[in-house]
């Protein structure tokens, strides 16, 4: 997203991407994704020295106190290069979801400094892309709260240190008032957690909750729906940057395969009908490229708005990811399937972001109904 960058911007971007490119190349990721952990605490403490764990922690305790556009310039460069690692569940929606929990200023710090880590516990065996499909139960209990459920697919839920948990406070199942937010520690009694990779290679959890105590609830424990919209609505501007930065690595890829692939005596790249393909590839790579700039910058317009545009957002990214990956896995032959080639790799990252935050389906649902278009 360089041609809507402030310099200052530009410059972080590349200096997050030396230390991927340096730090996690394609060799080094695919033995850390094979590990328990899924990532490298030497390549996470490298971000926090880089100011990269901050960017979203407001100045007054220890981050740079950015917005949606500075995040996606991480998150670009975390495409680019494939890196797997906490970076989404902590610096993105821990660092968001914080700032509205009371005496958060130490994890907040932590989470800059690269101490604290956190994972987003949203989604129930059946609530798909519903955030009010909550069923997972919180019941008062002196000063706290003990907390009864299930959450599902939770990401890097087994390097984190706190686990922010939606649950229902009041009203019937669905209903969008009556739920809460609350911060329960990872180890805390009662916490059960089964971690596995997913396709993509990184790490997931289901959990199971029973009667766990939660001393801190974060916002109005009846209508914390909201804070949760928000937080995820920045979750999906923010993987339409990572995603960006996977599609621009597989047409630079693609394309100069396609210079040193010969067949019938001459590179693959001069026959002219691949050529279109290219340029269709690099139209669709731009096109979500001003897209993602969309979705990052409507996080500071009002919540209808946001809504609609992280939607429209989402929906030109995924199409246009679907697109490159195939393309490239086509024109590379049979090595693209290969896990030898990092080409497979970002295909599949690609395709997981699509299904992350809301599909196509629901995001196109969502944006006619917030546009007047009908459902």
């Known amino acids: 997203m360089s041609i809507f960058r402030t310099n200052d911007q530009t ?7 030396r230390f991927l490119a340096d730090a996690c190349g394609f060799d080094i990721r695919r033995r850390l994704v094979a590990t328990e952990a899924g990532f490298d605490e030497s390549h996470w403490r490298g971000l926090a020295d880089l100011g990269a764990l901050g960017v979203l922690v407001p100045e007054a305790h220890g981050g740079s106190g950015g917005g949606g556009p500075d995040g996606a310039v991480v998150m670009e460069a975390i495409g680019r290069r494939l890196f797997a690692s906490p970076y989404l569940a902590t610096a993105v929606l821990g660092a968001d979801l914080l700032r509205h929990a009371p005496s958060a200023g130490d994890l907040l710090a932590g989470i800059a400094k690269g101490t ?4 987003f516990a949203v989604t129930e065996p059946e609530s798909r892309y519903n955030l009010a499909d909550v069923a997972t139960q919180a019941k008062r209990d002196g000063e706290g709260w003990r907390l009864s459920g299930a959450k599902g697919v939770v990401a890097y839920a087994g390097a984190a240190h706190q686990l922010l948990v939606t649950a229902r406070t009041g009203g019937a199942r669905r209903e969008e008032k009556g739920i809460g937010l609350f ?8 916490v059960e957690a089964r971690a596995y990779p997913t396709i993509d290679g990184s790490r997931a959890s289901e959990i199971t909750l029973e ?7 974060i916002g109005d424990p009846g209508n914390a729906l909201p804070l949760i919209e928000h937080a995820v609505d920045l979750g999906a501007a923010m993987v339409c940057a990572e995603a960006v930065g996977a599609m621009t690595h597989l047409y630079e890829t693609t394309l100069a395969y396609m210079k040193t692939r010969k067949q019938f005596g001459v590179t693959i790249g001069s026959f002219q009908a691949l050529q279109h393909r290219m340029v269709e590839v690099y139209t669709q790579v731009e096109l979500a490229r001003s897209m993602a700039a969309v979705a990052a910058t409507a996080m500071r317009g009002p919540a209808a708005n946001r809504a609609r545009d992280v939607s429209a ?12 990956s195939q393309e490239a896995i086509q024109l590379h032959g049979g090595m693209g ?9 970002y295909a599949k990252r690609v395709t997981m972001i ?13 944006y006619q109904r917030l546009s007047g278009l009908g459902s």
């Open 337 to 345: 399937m290969t896990d030898e080639l990092d080409v497979g790799h």
């Open 116 to 119: 604290t880590r956190t994972a």
């Open 354 to 366: 699509a299904l992350t935050f809301g599909d196509g389906a629901y995001h196109m649902t969502r």
């Open 211 to 217: 009667n766990v105590r939660a001393e801190t609830v």
């Open 313 to 324: 957002a989402k929906l030109a990214v995924d199409r246009a990811g679907r697109h490159a």
């Open 183 to 190: 911060l329960v520690d990872a180890k805390a009694a009662g």
């Open 11 to 17: 410059q972080f971007a590349a200096s997050i991407d």
